[in-house]
Antibody, heavy 120, light 107 residues
Framework: EVQLEESGGGLIQPGGSLRLSCAVA????????MGWIRQAPGKGLEWVSY???????YFADSVKGRFTLSRDNSKNTLYLQMNNLRGDDTALYYC??????????????WGQGTQVTVSS | DIQMTQSPSSLSASVGDRVTISCRAS??????LNWYQHKPGFAPKLLIY???TLRRGVPSRFSGSGSGTDFTLTISSLQPEDFATYYC?????????FGQGTKVEMK
């Protein structure tokens, strides 16, 4: 069974930084696709970022240049480094595994999310 | 970026009703379209991928259709556990996008 557990969220001032972690069991982070999705209060789901099996990363325009993705293969964990945080980054952040078997590409297993609140 | 527009934004329905949700892409995405169900306090759940393939374990009352720019999610007979928000999501372009969601509420 695949299980994902996000952590690292919290209250942070505008301009600050946070690193979210996504610890994964039952699925190998290294060499697979994974991503982050967020949901702002009262809003819908928004794709944030994903990492390809080969390590290439892609970001939504709203976070490009401020967020980075990395993974620790020894801990089987995915990280989202968030810098220069703004009020509109306030959201529940989910990590998810991604299946890519052309033509199929979708978010498969999801974590329960970690809350990030950006406020002074 | 490819924009995804769902309609309606919300709907009221009764148990047993047939429910149809539409999703339109701003350009052709062939069949690179997925549907998710999201309930408050829970993680979103994949229902259908590649426009019409039912994920294993998802009840057969859910179905998806469409290609190009226009897609549909149908619930053939709404059950109490189906009251939720439904999202379409395209995986055609490098940057993925979700629709704004359709909330299915009890009439």
């Amino acid at each position: 069974e695949v299980q994902l557990e996000e952590s690292g969220g919290g209250l942070i001032q505008p301009g600050g930084s946070l690193r979210l972690s996504c610890a994964v069991a039952g699925f190998t982070v290294n060499g697979n696709y994974m991503g982050w999705i967020r949901q702002a209060p009262g809003k819908g789901l928004e794709w944030v970022s994903y990492i390809y099996s080969g390590g290439s990363t892609y970001f939504a325009d709203s976070v490009k240049g401020r967020f980075t993705l990395s993974r620790d293969n020894s801990k089987n964990t995915l990280y989202l480094q968030m810098n220069n945080l703004r009020g509109d980054d306030t959201a529940l952040y989910y990590c998810a595994t991604i299946v890519v078997q052309p033509p199929d590409a979708y978010f498969d297993h999801w974590g329960q999310g970690t809350q990030v609140t950006v406020s002074s | 970026d490819i924009q995804m527009t769902q309609s309606p934004s919300s709907l009221s329905a009764s148990v047993g009703d047939r429910v149809t949700i539409s999703c339109r892409a701003s350009e052709s995405i062939t069949t690179s379209l997925n549907w998710y169900q999201h309930k408050p306090g829970f993680a979103p759940k994949l229902l259908i991928y590649t426009a019409s393939t039912l994920r294993r374990g998802v009840p057969s009352r859910f179905s998806g259709s469409g290609s190009g720019t226009d897609f549909t999610l149908t619930i053939s007979s709404l059950q109490p556990e189906d009251f939720a928000t439904y999202y379409c999501q395209q995986s055609f372009s490098i940057t993925w996008t979700f629709g704004q969601g359709t909330k299915v509420e009890m009439k």
